[in-house]
């Protein structure tokens, strides 16, 4: 905790399920420290600054699944805790249309600072997480704007991986089969990006199947429509899971 504010919030921490959920992007919060980082109102509750109903959806699969869920607990215009310091963008100067004047010319140090304080006590409590205990697969859950530097995108969910496609591919099979949402692998995004480092320092790096889903953020823009994505969800991310899962040893 660091005043009123705490760089990771844990959800059903000693959740049974065999997956954990992460949600980096789950928040606004801009600390005070940080003065806002000169953004406008519509800035700091955009897109841009979060992803929205990202949290909600997550929250919903934690209890559907019976999953731990570690979520950030700050804006990613002060950090994006899906990336390492050494990318340019985890203190952006600019996302998108907005510029973010508390980011320009900090030093070195003042990045390290703030790799220290947000990055690295988030990625310690998903570590400490996962080492606890036997996890099948990782999932992380983000969304993203339907308009991205004026130009409509078409997907509505994405399916996303790092280099093992496995969960992905059968977690899109079971979307596409259902027949509602138009989706994709590794869209609007991918890992020519810098979007799954997550799912490449905790899954991949352990050996862990892992998934990330991107939802167009109007498909999850309230409580009730973020629950009904969640649900919506769970027989992918279900299908997904028994595409990675080990059979066990014959007794």
Aim: glycine share 8%.
């Amino acid at each position: 905790m660091q005043g009123s504010w705490t760089p990771v919030e844990m959800t059903r921490a000693n959740g049974r399920g065999p997956i954990v959920l992460v949600c980096e992007h789950a928040s606004p919060v801009i600390p005070p420290q940080f003065d806002g980082l000169g953004l406008n109102p519509e800035a700091a509750g955009s897109h841009a600054a979060w992803d929205i109903g990202a949290l909600q959806v997550a929250q919903a699969l934690s209890a559907a699944l019976d999953a731990p869920l570690v979520a950030g607990g700050i804006s990613r215009l002060v950090y994006d805790l899906n990336r390492p310091l050494e990318a340019r963008d985890a203190i952006p100067e600019r996302s998108e249309v907005y510029a973010v004047p508390g980011n320009c010319g900090l030093s070195e140090a003042e990045r390290q600072a703030r790799f220290e304080q947000i990055h690295e006590p988030f990625h310690a409590a998903l570590a400490e997480v996962l080492d606890g205990r036997e996890t099948a697969a990782l999932v992380t859950i983000h969304s993203f704007t339907p308009i991205y530097r004026g130009v409509p995108r078409d997907v509505e969910i994405g399916y996303l991986f790092h280099e093992n496609s496995a969960m992905a591919d059968a977690a899109l099979l079971a979307e596409r089969m259902q027949g509602r949402y138009r989706a994709a692998l590794n869209e609007p995004y991918g890992p020519q990006d810098g979007v799954t480092y997550t799912l490449k320092k905790h899954g991949e790096a352990r050996g862990i199947p892992s998934l990330m889903i991107e939802v167009r953020n109007d498909l999850v823009a309230t409580r009730d429509t973020a629950r009904a994505m969640a649900a919506h969800l769970f027989p992918s991310i279900e299908a997904g899971l028994e595409a990675v899962a080990t059979p066990k040893a014959a007794e």
